[in-house]
Every structure is written in structure tokens, then in C-alpha cells.
């Protein structure tokens, strides 16, 4: 510090600058020696979510986000590999994640492999390795799936032939490979019950014995037009199945409790003139409150051709009247289009909205008032899970 | 327009009823024997909402008339054309058809789009169009698979539109 004055008048002033050089460098006391650790999660909240960021412009390095909806921190991160297909067991104890990897980073021999994490840790605590023909897709919740029990693990595969792997999670083994005659995805009911989405607009239900293998398989009636109005793969979550979305927004709920598939009257996200101007777009198209019965849909005006262009609205409905509650303009909020959307399932919930600029916003779910906006989650986050 | 539609779809739904576990290599003899005489199935993955409703530009642009259901990367902005995979890499043998209006001679083509293989994602020219595009249940029109998926490298690089031939009214 330069003090040096030698005028008389100025002698205080320079008593005051020696005085406040000294305190300056007397204080701060030196920081106290840090010791290396590693970070324990704290105890897991309703209000995290898993964020799948494919990581599209460099795609062998995919990862699983894990995101704190409270306190708006990244938690931690799960590597996926290539392409991956990732999902929750039902007791949300572990993240699956079924991936690639090629012996030389970007090239050579192939491996497939479904990785299993801790979520107390985030550790891998095992793996099974697959044949060579997992389904490399867009995310759903449908490329792998444990059945609700936990007991079985199932695998879509696509090679392109359709069928899917049977594994046993508890003792690290494929079990079996149930050919599905062209009908693809693994959407699980029951303890042992396996459905397949058929181009004919058909879900095949395959039963399996205690050992993973056929025992019975069964073809429903078409509860979608494929050709007219194709539904999105990505369903949702219901009490009793799954909520399928149209490209028209349509809503199909399917009820998968018994042994065949029940398939509800559709009903319509938008009203007679409404249809082919407002529709629903995105990677997750959907997220439910179960308990609260309300579903989230990003909607966007557009026509055919549109229907992986995101929300710019967010619309709110009340499942068992059918009713629109709410229209929640998300570019007015600064965000960009919403390519995916969840939602915590607790009583005071958060409706998470990851955007095509890869930001995910923190909304309060009952009043659509925004919280927060995590810049850049990630690269792609094209899918959410949580627990 | 319409009806080709239909007849590559047809081709391409049999083809995926065909492939069960079971009938897997008569399938992928068929597969690349049909691969010599036309391109089949294409593909691409997931992503962000572009040009949907773009109406021409250059090959190097999203808005380049045979992209209209691609979703990928432009190999064009990747060492390779509209038409041709970058060096190094490999094209697939399987794909998927569409058909796209050219907007300069007023004519619709059928188009292959095929990804290029064996290196990791170029990460340029990210364009996702998706006219006439249908959910991986109907594979033939389905652009979020990774075509690469059975090359011998099936790490996914770039995609190319590929015009097969003028679609007849």
C-alpha cells in the first residue's frame, strides 16, 4: 500500500493509512488446512429428479443428472454411455442404466450392458452384460423397466428384429429373450407381465412363468390409430397403468391391473377448434400428479410434422373431469420451448421443465409460479425421473 | 406421393414382422439384399424442436428441401454431402425412406435417410424434421433409432438424405 506523504497538513491522514496498511495485513487470520473427502448425499427427497442429458453432440458420454428441486444444487452425476436407456427400480433404491460401449472409446468392439447405481452413494454397485441388441432410441420409460415387484428387470431390444431380454437384478443373470413379432418396448404389469406397443396400434401382453421364460402371450384390440393419430411411446405414469398422448392430443389411458389391457374412452387436451393448432410436442410429453389427478402437458401451435417441437405453454388438467385448469406460458417465464416435464409426486409437488436451450425450471405445480431456472442442466435433457 | 408412402412403408413393416429372434439371419440376408437395391430404413435420434416448417435453403442448412424428416447431423457440415458419409466413416445398410417436396423443380422424392457410422456424434448441423414421422412402433418411419445399429460399429456420426427416385402421383 502506497502511503508516502510528506507534507505536514496530511500527517494524520498518513497516520490513519499506516494504521488501516497494518490491520490490512494483520487480518484475515490464515484459513484453517481442508481435508479431502468425499461427498455423502443427504437423505433423498421427493423433490429430486434424475435428469437424463443424452449428450447429443459428443453421444458416447451420456449421464444422469441427480438435481435438488429445493435447494436448486446438483447433487451428483451417473455415467451412461451411448445412447442409453435408463430407469428407477420401484423402491427408487437404484438407477438401471442399459448402455454401450465400444472398446476404443469411439470405436471397436461393442458391448452392451445394463449398470446398476446406488442412489444412497451413486456408486455402481453391478452389472449384467447383454447381448448386442438394446434399443439405441429417443428416452422413454419403456426401453427398460423393472416389473413393479422388482423381481424381474426387462430390456427392450432392436436389432431391428423386435423382442426384449428377461434379467433376474437379484443374482446378476439374463434369464431369457421373448420374441415380440415386430411390437416393441418393454411396458411392465404386474408381477410377470410384459406389453409391447404393435405398429397396428395393438399392445402384446407377454406372461412369464417364475423362471423369466413365455408362458402365455395375448394381442388386444387397437386402442390407437396409427395411422390417423399415432400416439407417443412415452407414457405416463397412472394409479392403474399408463396415460399414452396422441399426436392430436388425444389421451389414452390404459389400465393395466388385470391380465389384458383395459383401454378408457379417449378424451381430447383441446377443444373441437383447438385440434390441428394446438397440440402436445415433446421428448417426455407428459407428467402426472397421481394422487392429485392432474396431468402437465407442454402444447405448442403447429401442424403435422410438429410433434417433437416443445411446449411453449404448459397446459394443466384435471384427469377425472377432464377439464383444463390452468395454461402456463413458459417463454413468458424466459424460458425456451419445454422438450420434458415431471413432476414430484408429494403433496406440496414441483413441476420440473427442461427446455430445448437445456435449462430446467423449478415450478410450484399448483400455481405454476416459477421458482427457479438451472441453466444449462446438462447438453440434451431430454427425459426426468423421480422416485 | 401417397401411395409410395404406403409402399415402402408396406415393404419396411413386413420386413420388421419378418425379423423375429427366430428368422433373424434369413431376415438380414434379405435386409442386405435389399440394402444393394435401395436403401432401406433410416434414422436418428431424439431432440430439438427445428424447422419444422422450413421451406428451402442449402444442403448445409436444416431447411435443405430433402431434410424434411431428418434428426441428426448434417453430414454435409461434417466432411461428407448430402449424399455422401464424411471419411472414415461407414454408411449404414439400413434405413429409412421418406419423401420431401423440392420446392426448385416442384417434384417429390423419395429420399433415403442413412447414418453414417463409427465415430462418435459430429455435433454440427443438428436438424430435426419430422414430416410424416412416426413413433420407433412403426420402424420404417421412425427417425429417432440409430440406423448404425447393426454395423459392425454401430457408433452413430452423421446422417445423409439420399434421393431414390422421383415420387410418382
Known amino acids: ?387 | 406421393m401417397r401411395s409410395l408412402d404406403h409402399l415402402f412403408e408396406h415393404s419396411s413393416r413386413s420386413l420388421a414382422r419378418r425379423t423375429s429372434r427366430r428368422s433373424l439371419l434369413a431376415s438380414l440376408g434379405q435386409l442386405l439384399t435389399g440394402a444393394a437395391l435401395l436403401p432401406l430404413l433410416p434414422v436418428d435420434r431424439g431432440g430439438r424442436a427445428w424447422a419444422s416448417d422450413a421451406k428451402s435453403g442449402g444442403p448445409e442448412t436444416c431447411e435443405y428441401w430433402k431434410y424434411c424428416a431428418i434428426d441428426g447431423f448434417l453430414c454435409s457440415c461434417c466432411g461428407g454431402t448430402s449424399s455422401s458419409c464424411p471419411p472414415g466413416t461407414a454408411s449404414s445398410p439400413i434405413t429409412w425412406i421418406g419423401t420431401c417436396h423440392n420446392p426448385g423443380d416442384g417434384r417429390d422424392y423419395i429420399v433415403s435417410y442413412n447414418d453414417c457410422c463409427g465415430k462418435t456424434s459430429c455435433g454440427n448441423c443438428e436438424c430435426n424434421r419430422n414430416e410424416r414421422e412416426k413413433p420407433v412402433y412403426r420402424p420404417s418411419r421412425n427417425n429417432d433409432l440409430n440406423w448404425c445399429m447393426a454395423n459392425a460399429d454401430s457408433n452413430y456420426h452423421c446422417t445423409v438424405s439420399v434421393i431414390l427416385g422421383v415420387a410418382e402421383k
Not at chain 1, 443428472?65 to 444444487?73: E, K, Q
Not at chain 1, 472409446?105 to 447381448?131: H, K, M, Q, Y
Request: proline fraction near 9%; include cysteine.
Open chain 1, 1 to 387: 500500500m502506497g502511503c508516502l506523504m510528506r507534507s505536514a497538513p496530511l500527517r494524520s491522514a498518513a497516520t490513519l493509512c499506516l494504521t488501516l496498511s497494518v490491520l490490512a495485513h494483520a487480518a484475515p487470520p490464515p484459513l484453517p488446512a481442508e481435508h479431502l473427502t468425499v461427498q455423502q448425499l443427504p437423505p433423498k427427497s421427493p423433490h429430486w429428479v434424475y435428469v437424463y442429458d443424452e449428450a447429443f453432440n459428443n453421444e458416447i458420454d451420456a449421464r444422469v443428472h441427480l438435481f435438488d428441486g429445493d435447494s436448486y444444487r446438483r447433487l451428483g452425476q451417473i455415467d451412461a454411455g451411448f445412447t442409453p436407456s435408463v430407469n428407477l427400480s420401484p423402491d427408487g433404491a437404484t438407477t438401471v442404466v442399459a448402455t454401450t460401449y465400444f472398446a476404443r472409446g469411439s470405436r471397436g468392439a461393442r458391448t452392451d450392458v445394463v449398470e446398476f447405481t446406488d442412489n444412497t452413494t451413486l456408486a455402481v454397485t453391478g452389472e449384467i452384460v447383454l447381448p448386442p441388441k438394446r434399443v439405441e432410441t429417443a428416452p422413454s420409460l419403456f426401453n427398460i423397466a423393472y416389473s413393479p415387484d422388482g423381481h424381474f428387470l426387462y430390456v427392450a431390444y432392436l436389432t431391428p428384429a423386435a423382442s426384449f431380454g428377461v434379467l433376474d437384478p437379484a443374482h446378476g443373470k439374463v434369464l431369457g429373450e421373448i420374441d415380440t413379432a415386430g411390437c416393441v418396448l418393454v411396458i411392465p404389469s404386474g408381477p410377470n407381465r410384459v406389453s409391447s406397443i404393435c405398429e397396428s396400434g395393438r399392445l402384446l401382453t407377454v406372461t412369464l412363468d417364475t423362471q423369466g421364460h413365455e408362458a402365455a402371450r395375448a394381442l388386444s384390440e387397437p386402442f390407437f390409430d396409427p395411422d390417423r393419430d399415432p400416439v407417443f411411446v412415452q407414457g405416463i405414469p397412472t394409479t392403474r397403468g399408463y396415460a399414452f398422448l396422441s399426436f392430436l392430443g388425444e389421451v389414452h389411458e390404459v389400465d393395466l391391473s388385470g391380465t389384458r389391457p383395459a383401454f378408457a374412452q379417449p378424451w381430447s387436451l383441446v377443444s373441437p377448434a383447438e385440434q390441428g393448432r394446438w397440440r402436445p410436442g415433446a421428448d417426455q410429453v407428459g407428467a402426472i400428479h397421481r394422487a392429485l389427478g392432474r396431468l402437465y402437458v407442454p402444447m405448442h401451435q403447429g401442424g403435422e410434422g410438429t410433434h417433437k417441437d416443445g411446449g411453449t405453454e404448459i397446459w394443466v388438467f384435471d384427469m377425472p373431469s377432464h377439464r383444463r385448469l390452468a395454461s402456463w406460458p413458459v417463454q413468458a417465464a424466459g424460458l425456451s420451448r419445454v422438450l420434458a416435464v415431471q413432476v414430484s409426486q408429494d403433496p406440496a409437488p414441483i413441476l420440473f421443465a427442461a427446455s430445448n436451450a437445456a435449462d430446467v425450471a423449478v415450478f410450484d405445480a399448483l400455481s405454476g409460479k416459477l421458482r427457479h431456472v438451472e441453466k444449462h442442466l446438462g447438453q440434451t435433457p431430454w427425459m426426468m425421473l423421480n422416485p
